[in-house]
């Protein structure tokens, strides 16, 4: 609740029961939506939660909720207001739509605005399933930013991530040819997931004694090549790419060879969100089933050294 619903019980205050509070208006509806539009907690192409959902958040009926809806469609914040699917984050405000009703983007490019909105929460919930974490590590450099700016101020930050094994036969990176040595290639990506988590681990860390912050960052390894990438916000948030493999050139000990890999920071990322109809609120609810059960279940402890 945001400050909005009232008791329907009154809570009593020595022995007198308080007067209930008024109900907010159309207008105060509008006003904090607003505010999380343009706070960015609501992003452009995001869709908003249901009419009725937002009548039971605020306390009132959902004529209220509709006029409030449509205060922000004339000032151009909100789309598809008078459909029957919920409104939408209008995308002409300094950027492309992203998200569910948007056009999917580069990870670098979702991914860093999500996580930086997910930092905007009290307790940040991050977890990350990947060949590597150099997307995940760019993507924290911006609400690391504004937490150092203090422009954020979360109490709380929660990281696990899961990485492939480095005693597993990779199915990418590998070299094109069978019969060429691929351990320099398998060194170079391990080298590369070490490297970049021990920066990530130090980073978030690193707030514990700089802002005071509650930090955990866990890392364990999977038994396998994931074919995938995911990343849970929050709880509430599912950004989904899959991992696309080509050929692909790459110096190894000076010497020029053609590997099967991908690059992820380029990879569709693809974001589902609770609240936002039926097939996101599940996916979001069994991506992070799927995810607890590999952290609980076959995945094993992950020191980052060499």
């Known amino acids: 609740m945001y400050g909005f619903a009232v008791d329907p019980e009154y809570a009593s205050v020595n022995g007198r029961k308080r007067q209930p509070q008024p109900l907010p208006t159309h207008r105060e509806v509008a006003d904090e939506l607003r505010a999380r539009i343009t706070s960015g907690r609501l992003r452009p192409g995001q869709r908003m939660p249901t009419q009725a959902t937002l009548a039971d958040e605020f306390g009132v009926e959902r004529g209220a909720v509709r006029e409030a809806l449509r205060i922000l469609q004339s000032e151009h914040l909100l789309t598809n207001v008078s459909k029957g699917s919920p409104a939408t984050v209008a995308g002409g405000r300094g950027g492309p739509a992203a998200g569910p009703a948007g056009t999917p983007q580069p990870t670098m490019v979702e991914l860093a605005s999500r996580t930086t909105a997910a930092f905007a929460a009290e307790h940040v919930s991050i977890d990350a399933l990947c060949l590597t974490s150099v997307s995940l590590g760019l993507a924290i450099g911006e609400p690391l930013r504004l937490i150092h700016a203090g422009e954020l101020k979360p109490a ?97 000990d000076h010497d020029h060879l053609e590997t099967y890999d991908t690059e992820g920071t380029r990879s569709t990322l693809f974001a589902f969100e609770r609240g936002a109809g039926p097939r996101d609120t599940k996916f979001v609810e069994e991506s992070h089933r799927w995810f607890d059960a590999l952290w609980e279940t076959i995945s094993s402890d992950l020191a980052l050294t060499g």
Request: net charge positive; glycine share 6%.
């Open 156 to 252: 709380k930050v929660d990281l696990r991530v899961l990485l492939p094994s480095r005693h597993i036969d990779l199915a990418f990176p590998v070299p094109v040819d069978g019969k060429a040595d691929g351990e320099p290639v398998h060194e170079g990506w391990l080298a590369q997931r070490n490297a970049q988590g021990q920066v990530l681990r130090h980073n978030l860390l690193a707030l514990r004694s700089t802002h005071g912050i509650d930090v955990h960052v866990s890392f364990r390894a999977l038994p396998f090549t994931p074919p995938v990438k995911l990343y849970l916000l929050n709880g509430a948030e599912a950004l989904f790419a899959y991992y696309t493999v080509a050929r692909r050139e790459r110096e190894v």
